[in-house]
């Protein structure tokens, strides 16, 4: 949404969760374009946590931690190895 010429951005505190599980078992059977996919946009989160200027030392640690688990685990996960879930 633009304002001015500007982003702005909308948030109801009711639309923010305050969890999410991800079973790893459901995962299997999903297909390989759809957990690439998946991959790809938790990594998207986990770089722009730690790029934004909100970051602070304990979420840069957690971030770079969420990077390199996922980057790690990603095409194995997309292969349908067990050690990439």
Do not use: C
Not at 45 to 51: F, K, L, T
Request: glycine share 10%.
């Amino acid at each position: 949404m633009k304002r001015n010429g500007a982003n702005s951005f909308v948030s109801i505190p009711h639309d923010i969760p305050q969890a999410a599980f991800i079973d790893a078992d459901m995962m299997d059977g999903m297909p390989p374009a759809l957990k690439a996919a998946t991959g790809v946009d938790a990594l998207t989160h986990a770089i722009e946590g730690y790029i934004t200027r909100a970051a602070w030392a304990l979420t840069d640690a957690l971030h770079i931690k969420a990077i390199e688990i996922i980057a790690g685990a990603l095409r194995g996960a997309v292969a349908g190895e067990k050690r990439g879930r």
